[in-house]
């Protein structure tokens, strides 16, 4: 898969490292993850698209479903306010979809998580949910 439309992000030393770099904004929503989830990505920055951060993180071990699964990733829309996440797999029979797991939004200081709901279009509206268009499907 190759990344469309993102903007790299520059090179840095850890004490070059701003209080508003796109690792230190998105940390609280990745610990906050991982205690809803029990799984702890190792989420890789890849760049800024619509003035939203992008991480992404290989999902492995699928278990049985690795007779129809051939690749999944955890992609990571994070901003100071919010944080949506979603898993965006390929079939062995290289049809790619998506899903999206949670949103989580700042709220007096804490991190409130909302789980996915496809009814739910206040919170989940298609340009939140759509990270196949993080992807180009060329390879």
Do not use: W
């Amino acid at each position: 898969m190759k990344l469309i439309n993102l903007i790299p992000l520059r090179e840095y030393a850890v004490e070059d490292v701003e209080a508003t770099s796109p690792e230190l904004i998105a940390i609280p929503y990745f610990r906050e993850f991982q205690a809803a989830h029990g799984y702890k990505p190792m989420f890789k920055f890849l760049g800024i698209k619509n003035e939203e951060n992008i991480f992404v993180a290989d999902l492995t071990n699928f278990g049985m479903l690795d007779l129809i699964i051939a690749d999944a990733k955890i992609y990571a829309k994070v901003t100071e306010k919010y944080a949506v996440f979603g898993v965006v797999y390929t079939l062995t029979g290289l049809e790619v979809f998506e899903a999206t797991v949670c949103l989580m939004k700042q709220k007096d200081g804490q991190i409130e998580v909302i789980m996915f709901d496809n009814k739910d279009k206040k919170n989940f509206n298609n340009k939140a949910t759509d990270f196949i268009k993080l992807i180009d499907k060329q390879k």
